[in-house]
């Protein structure tokens, strides 16, 4: 009788034993998936983020470019209007480069706006309203009557726009924006 109740005993012990060890290892099984998971999304997330960081610099970097060479243009022409009596037909080729250089910032506009933050869409905003402004003054003038204090008045609002537009990408590409501050309308 001892021998049974002893067997039955025994083998309680290892049922109950052998469930527990089950029951340990499938909610270990369980974490660890989840762990396992959790980790290939994070992966993901930073792969994501590393490949946003890398298109929006790619983006700054060619709108940058594209804005330096808008300056350089009216630099160009606020030369050419300086020396204005001397080759009339060089203003009307400086004044086109402005208007190309400009029309190649509004086209760059759009895709950088999907992508910019806050600081940035509002800088390239103000850069575009800028240059449209502009355009807009120096062609209701032909080139014999663009007054040099004119020319180089926009020359120089538009180096300091330009500079609010490289500090704040300088800043967003250094500090990374938070995804608040991303803008997701488009130009």
């Not at 052998?18 to 369980?30: C, F």
């Not at 490949?51 to 594209?66: K, T």
């Not at 330009?162 to 590409?173: C, D, N, P, Y």
């Amino acid at each position: 009788m001892a021998a049974v109740v002893g067997l039955i005993g025994a083998l309680g012990g290892a049922i109950t034993g052998g469930y527990a060890a089950i029951r340990g290892a499938r909610e270990a099984a369980d974490r660890s998936a989840r762990a396992a998971l959790e980790q290939a999304a994070q992966q993901a997330s930073d792969q994501h983020e590393h490949w946003l960081r890398q298109e929006r610099r790619s983006a700054y970097a060619e709108l940058l470019q594209d804005a330096e060479d808008f300056l350089m243009k009216l630099a160009d022409l606020v030369s050419c209007v300086e020396n204005q009596a001397e080759d009339g037909v060089r203003v009307l080729e400086a004044l086109e480069g402005v208007m190309t250089a400009q029309i190649q910032v509004i086209r760059r506009m759009g895709p950088v706006m999907t992508i910019a933050g806050r600081d940035v869409a509002t800088h390239l905003r103000h850069f575009v309203s800028e240059s449209r402004s502009t355009s807009a003054q120096l062609m209701g003038l032909r080139p014999p009557d663009l007054p040099v204090d004119l020319v180089r008045s926009r020359y120089n609002t538009m180096t300091e726009h330009f500079g609010h537009l490289v500090l704040s990408v300088a800043r967003e590409v250094q500090a990374g924006p938070t995804s608040s501050s991303v803008t997701t309308r488009s130009a």
